[in-house]
């Protein structure tokens, strides 16, 4: 992946780029931050803007206890927009398959199964927690 300062960001001086040429159908990517959340009442969301010309699924990755081996979850499959698209994804079901184990990863993979280059923008990328409400 590439970071781009531009004015195409969505906002403030830039964004990361990830493309996916013809000629290859699934383009793994992943935040490199490992994230830490240690209340396993909150509700966690990863906040974002995104603008891409393909599919792309996000991934959450953690392991189901301490000291075991990581899996990789899927969260959600987000489709193509031709302008910046603000989302929040809710992370908690995720989360809860990790047994709510505090340190986890997000990735991602640039799904491409027609063979049509394209682009992935990110923008803006945040972990939010909030007071459960039970």
């Not at 990863?46 to 603008?51: A, P, W």
Request: with cysteine; hydrophobic share 35%.
């Amino acid at each position: 992946w590439h970071k781009y300062a531009s004015a195409e960001a969505c906002t403030g001086m830039g964004y990361i780029s990830v493309h996916d040429p013809d000629s290859v159908t699934n383009v793994p990517f992943s935040i490199k931050t490992d994230f830490y959340v240690a209340d396993p009442t909150r509700a966690l969301y990863l906040e974002l803007d995104t603008r891409s010309d393909i599919r792309f699924e996000v991934y959450m990755e953690s392991a189901y206890t301490s000291g075991g081996a990581t899996d990789k979850q899927r969260v959600m499959v987000v489709n193509p927009t031709d302008h910046w698209q603000h989302m929040y994804i809710n992370l908690g079901r995720p989360w809860s398959w990790f047994n709510h184990h505090p340190a986890f990863k997000l990735s991602f993979a640039a799904l491409n199964p027609y063979g049509e280059e394209g682009d992935i923008r990110l923008d803006n990328v945040k972990i939010l927690t909030t007071a459960s409400v039970l």
